[in-house]
């Protein structure tokens, strides 16, 4: 089969790869339908994280199960399933506490499980999951082609977007602030719309990216950064800031923006992949009473509550995908993405 391979930074290959073959009993093979480049993808792009040795890369992946073991028992062959953006077991303890990213058996696609199997990278033709049973979700039978990329977001930015909402306790009534215009802080927006809140601040310089930001429910856009950009969100929300802040982006700058844009006792959901350095004052918090939580998203766990309202059309997360390419092309996906031409690139096998 034929895969994404990353060799270096700027280096993303199209190669032949061998087939995935199932080797634990409880494993599946997915014949992916869609995957995508996601915004933590372009750090080991561009050289912010190191690469090594060329290995198999991305994350997010929907398909069609061609085979499981003989110990699968929720999931059969010909289900259409979304796979979260890591593996999990969703029985031990961690899972059933709601954090599956910290699954006690599980793991990261691209990577060798816990039994030395190889799991596949989601950029590819075909994907070995090692616990099929607690990382799939499959859909009420085949849907849509249309529906695909709504589905292909809870593999991992409406989640994570989500879980910045729910982080950040955003509900009825909130005023809410989103740190970072890329899909996840765009799912963001969307996920505190659908949680309640009244008014939405996407933070956002990008003609486009601001009209999705308003098109999923944004009632205000800043464009300003830095003290500029505080001074905005403080005018906006009676010289205080805002109930919650979600930043969606990682930086040592967007957490000093996030922190600094929420009111006293006022709450930061975050869920950007930190690189470069953030940092967290705690004298200001001391002072302040803001309080911080969140981490890497455990979509698995929101899976079941948000596919019912995708399915309906009643969430369109996949707004986000702005342009599609064959999975042949993942190296102009990359670059794209990279050069901010697209918000977020849908690959097809």
């Known amino acids: 089969m034929h895969a994404a391979v990353i060799h270096a930074a700027h280096d993303v290959r199209f190669e032949s790869v061998p087939d995935p073959v199932l080797s634990t009993g409880g494993d599946a093979i997915v014949r992916v339908a869609a995957s995508c480049v996601c915004g933590s993808d372009l750090w080991p792009y561009r050289g912010v994280t190191e690469t090594n040795e060329p290995r198999r890369i991305g994350h997010e992946f929907v398909g069609i199960v061609e085979e499981v073991g003989p ?3 929720t999931i059969a062959v ?3 399933v979304i796979a979260p953006f890591y593996d999990c077991d969703s029985t031990c303890i961690n899972c059933r506490n709601g954090f599956s990213t910290s699954c006690l058996n599980g793991g990261w696609w691209g990577a060798d499980d816990r039994s030395g199997a190889f799991a596949d990278g989601g950029q590819g033709e075909r994907v070995r999951v090692p616990h099929a049973d607690g ?23 409406m989640g994570t977007g989500h879980h910045a909402a729910v982080s950040a306790g955003v509900g009825p009534g909130s005023t ?21 809140a009244e008014r939405i601040v996407a933070m956002s310089r990008h003609a486009d990216r601001q009209a999705l930001a308003r098109r999923f429910g944004a009632t205000d856009v800043v464009a300003e950064r830095g003290d500029e950009g505080v001074e905005r969100i403080h005018e906006l929300f009676d010289g205080v800031g805002a109930d919650h802040v979600l930043e969606c982006v990682g930086t040592k700058e967007s957490m000093d923006q996030a922190l600094r844009s929420a009111r006293p006792g006022g709450q930061v959901g975050f869920v950007g992949v930190p690189n470069g350095g953030p940092e967290l004052p705690m004298r200001r918090m001391f002072s302040t009473n ?22 309906s059309g009643a969430l369109e997360p996949g707004l986000v995908f702005d342009l599609e390419l064959p999975l042949s092309d993942v190296a102009e996906a990359y670059a794209a993405m990279d050069e901010r031409r697209a918000i977020k690139v849908l690959l097809r096998p």
Do not use: M, Q, W
Not at 176 to 196: E, F, N, P, T
């Open 71 to 73: 110990d699968v028992s």
């Open 135 to 157: 990382s799939l979700v499959a859909t009420p039978g085949r849907p849509d082609d249309a529906l695909i990329p709504h589905l292909l977001t809870l593999a991992d930015v």
């Open 78 to 80: 010909g289900d259409f």
């Open 176 to 196: 809410v602030v989103v740190v970072g215009d890329g899909a996840v802080g765009l799912c963001a927006v969307l996920a505190s719309k659908r949680l309640g």
């Open 290 to 311: 803001v309080g911080v939580r969140g981490g890497v998203a455990p979509v698995r766990n929101y899976i079941e509550e948000l596919l019912p309202e995708v399915l």
